[in-house]
């Protein structure tokens, strides 16, 4: 579900940063938290965003055809009785 190579871009530059001290560890639990709180917050990948995004495009233009095709038959039942009156 999380990409993981932003994870290990993060990583990466952390790393970076942390190369010269001894704090080896705090890379670790940093590392382990983003991993947590990335999870906690229920993200979707970029492909299963644009496959719904195509979904609601598709859902949007039936909507309006079937929107159009009411309208068209409400006008032909309103103008219908006017003929016969």
Do not use: C, W, Y
């Not at 999380?2 to 993060?10: F, G, P, S, T, Y």
């Not at 530059?13 to 001894?22: C, D, G, R």
């Not at 639990?29 to 644009?50: C, H, I, M, P």
């Amino acid at each position: 579900m999380l990409n993981h190579k932003v994870l290990d871009e993060i990583n990466a530059k952390i790393s970076q940063v942390l190369a010269a001290s001894p704090a080896g560890d705090v890379e670790k639990n940093l590392r382990a938290s983003l991993q947590g709180l990335f999870a906690k917050l229920d993200l979707v990948t970029r492909e299963e965003f644009e496959v719904q995004q195509a979904v609601l495009v598709r859902t949007r233009e039936k909507l309006d055809k079937l929107e159009a095709q009411v309208a068209a038959l409400e006008q032909k039942q309103q103008t219908e009785p006017a003929k016969t009156a």
